[in-house]
């Protein structure tokens, strides 16, 4: 029988598992990561276990990515998010589409991986020690904004007049949305503003000599569909949104141990 | 100057407590890599000498310190009048927080670091310098040349931005002779025909022990990591150039008894990585140490502080004082690798000579914040890496610790994207 081949990946927010089987996504969960990502990951594999009606021997690999993949003793062997990501893309890319370039933003880094017809990473980029252009910015902002991480992006569509938000730093920018606030602008336009801001700041990241192949976006900031507006407003192309976003560098994970176990 | 921007005894000794600590679990972690040579501990015993038990350099007593930075200052010239050329340029991160009150903030590091030791005077091996020999290299070594003044007596050198034709060698030549008389009243010794030769010689020495070892260097498995390998060529800093040779004529027998007994320190699916880019001095190792506790093999570097002042000796072809004098003006500018100069297409001839030679899979182009001279050259680099099919990333890096996970997952990335080509290909 064909086994199952579990990912994991620990990011700092979410811990995020992908089970599969047959290089097809049988099942994903999501837990947040707290302070415990071993325990989360025990928890997340008896779970999956039991949903699916499997036991542990069923699984044949379990491979570990994410930020605190080195520490989660339940996996067999961890890879970095680049390469999940990478390896993710080939399964949860739309129909169709050949990603050149896939732009992750998760809850503290956003990273673009550039990717030849052949789905190898060819090179990749990474924000530095900030938090502005990833997921925490954004709800850091919804919180201000008195809405939730869900809200931000069908709001942010309602925005006919998306303002300026010029600062580069999450804490400047946070003030700066705060008397944006007080001067009593709609907040669907703040949300606009921040999605544009946001993507700019990512774009800076991206190389011009690195061409072809489409755009995808991956990570949980990908579910956010005014992130995505503006990504094609600002690069004026086409950007795809990844099947299960947020699970890619778990599925990309678990594709690599199906494929061949630790590299 | 304010009151508050001068040093004061307690904060010396803090600085002390601090920069010692740091360079020894630097040491350490660079000794814990691979099983070291017997015959390598001497370079690590320098290095923990100058920067944790804070001794002066061991040298004859009559010989004194010219501090140099760069490397475009002939290490010939200073031994042909009597004194031992002491590399300046520094990796310290202490110093670096300390020179940070005295240099702009988007200077880079290492004028930094190299300004903060001339402030702290805590370092015997930077202090006990006479005189400091300055090329006038990049925008950050210029400007620190006029500021460090201040704390040492300095001799800006004159580097030409131009190397190619024989005029751009005359304006070098006729530095080095400018500086002879100031060397000569330093030290009091007359450089002459004779000394230069043996200075010449003493040095050319070395650089064929250097050459020696790059064979070793270069082999596949490795016989020795690459971390320490560049904390070796580091020590040359610190130690007068004949006692590095001997020691180094030690290592190579002994790797070469390694290489005859098999016994290697690499296995065969380990990607063999070149690092180039700003200098990696001592302690800042972090970039060749990530490269190998996350599995790469440190197989080459093209640094300033590694293999490139070390592999090129000066070639005498008229033995008279001019003659030799103009073999060191062209020796130190013609072949130097340095981005400073306005055409450096050498440098990528070279590092293609080296990933041919080394065998190199991947390149990791280090860049220290605010180092735009090598900044320049990555797109080039980066090109002419494509057309080989050969990966190469860009890491930025400061003289902190707080960037090194940051660093690492890229380093990680970088070395499982060999593996999986490597793996693709053989398939």
Not at chain 2, 36 to 60: C, G, S
Not at chain 2, 354 to 380: A, P, S
Request: hydrophobic fraction near 40%; charge should be neutral; proline fraction near 4%.
């Amino acid at each position: 029988m064909e086994k199952y081949y579990l990912g994991l990946d620990g990011g700092s927010t979410y811990l995020k598992a992908a089970l599969m089987k047959d290089k097809k996504v049988v099942g994903t969960v999501v837990y947040p990561t707290g302070i415990d990502n071993n325990g989360v990951a025990k928890k997340i594999v008896a779970a999956l276990c039991k949903k699916y009606g499997i036991s542990r021997t069923d699984i044949g690999y379990i491979m570990a990515t994410g930020y605190s993949r080195k520490i989660l003793e339940v996996a067999d062997d961890d890879i970095s998010e680049i390469t999940a990501h990478a390896y993710g893309v080939r399964v949860t890319a739309p129909q169709g589409y050949r990603p050149g370039m896939v732009i992750d933003i998760g809850g503290q880094d956003s990273k673009i991986i550039y990717l030849d017809a052949n789905y190898n990473v060819k090179n990749f980029t990474m924000n530095d020690k900030c938090a502005a252009g990833t997921g925490k910015f954004m709800e850091v902002i919804a919180q201000i904004l008195e809405t939730t991480i869900d809200q931000v992006g069908p709001l942010s569509l309602e925005s006919t007049a998306p303002c300026d938000i010029n600062s580069t730093c999450v804490v400047f920018a946070q003030s700066e949305v705060i008397s944006l606030v007080a001067r009593k602008v709609d907040r669907r336009d703040i949300l606009a503003g921040m999605h544009l801001s946001m993507a700019k700041r990512i774009i800076k990241m991206m190389k011009k000599s690195e061409k072809g192949g489409d755009i995808l976006m991956t990570g949980g900031g990908a579910l956010n569909t005014g992130i995505h507006r503006a990504f094609e407003e600002e690069m004026l192309k086409d950007v795809y949104v990844a099947k299960y976003p947020q699970f890619n560098g778990a599925v990309g994970a678990a594709l690599i141990a199906s494929e061949r176990g630790g590299i | 100057m304010s009151e508050s921007s001068e040093i004061n005894g307690r904060q010396r000794e803090l600085f002390i407590r601090k920069s010692t600590r740091v360079a020894a679990s630097y040491l350490k972690r660079a000794k814990a890599l691979s099983e070291m040579p017997d015959a390598a501990k001497p370079f690590f015993d320098v290095l923990e000498n100058t920067y944790v038990k804070l001794a002066d350099i061991q040298k004859p007593e009559d010989m004194k310190s010219i501090g140099t930075l760069c490397v475009m200052v002939p290490a010939e010239l200073v031994y042909a009048a009597g004194a031992m050329p002491v590399r300046l340029c520094s990796g310290s991160y202490t110093a670096y927080s300390i020179g940070d009150d005295y240099i702009p903030r988007d200077a880079c590091p290492l004028v930094k670091a190299v300004m903060g030791f001339g402030k702290i005077k805590a370092l015997p091996a930077f202090d006990n310098c006479s005189l400091l020999v300055a090329p006038v290299t990049c925008d950050c070594k210029k400007k620190l040349a006029g500021v460090i003044d201040s704390v040492k007596d300095t001799i800006p050198l004159h580097i030409p931005p131009l190397k190619k034709d024989d005029a751009d060698t005359e304006v070098f030549l006729k530095e080095l002779y400018r500086l002879i008389p100031l060397l000569e009243k330093e030290t009091g010794k007359q450089v002459t025909a004779k000394s230069l030769a043996e200075g010449i010689n003493m040095v050319g020495n070395a650089q064929y022990e250097m050459s020696e070892f790059l064979k070793y260097r270069r082999h596949d498995p490795a016989l020795m990591s690459g971390t320490q390998v560049m904390s070796v060529m580091n020590a040359y800093s610190y130690m007068p150039v004949n006692m590095w040779a001997k020691q180094m004529h030690r290592l190579n027998e002994e790797l070469k008894l390694r290489l005859g007994q098999g016994h290697f320190v690499s296995r065969k699916n380990q990607p063999r990585i070149l690092v180039t880019g700003s200098p990696i001095a001592f302690p800042n190792i972090k970039v060749p140490l990530l490269i190998e506790e996350m599995g790469g093999v440190l197989a080459a570097d093209e640094t300033c502080m590694g293999e490139r002042g070390l592999y090129d000796p000066v070639s005498v072809i008229d033995a008279s004082f001019d003659g030799m004098m103009r073999s060191l003006a062209s020796r130190y500018t013609k072949p130097c690798t340095c981005p400073v100069f306005v055409d450096n297409s050498q440098r990528i001839y070279r590092i293609k000579q080296m990933i041919k030679d080394n065998k190199i899979q991947g390149v990791i182009y280090h860049v220290l914040r605010g180092c735009l001279v090598y900044d320049y050259e990555y797109q080039l680099m980066e090109d002419a890496m494509g057309k080989m099919d050969i990966p190469i990333i860009r890491v930025e890096s400061d003289y902190n610790e707080e960037d090194v996970e940051q660093l690492r997952i890229r380093i990680e990335a970088f070395i499982e994207l060999i593996k999986l080509k490597e793996l693709k290909k053989e398939a």
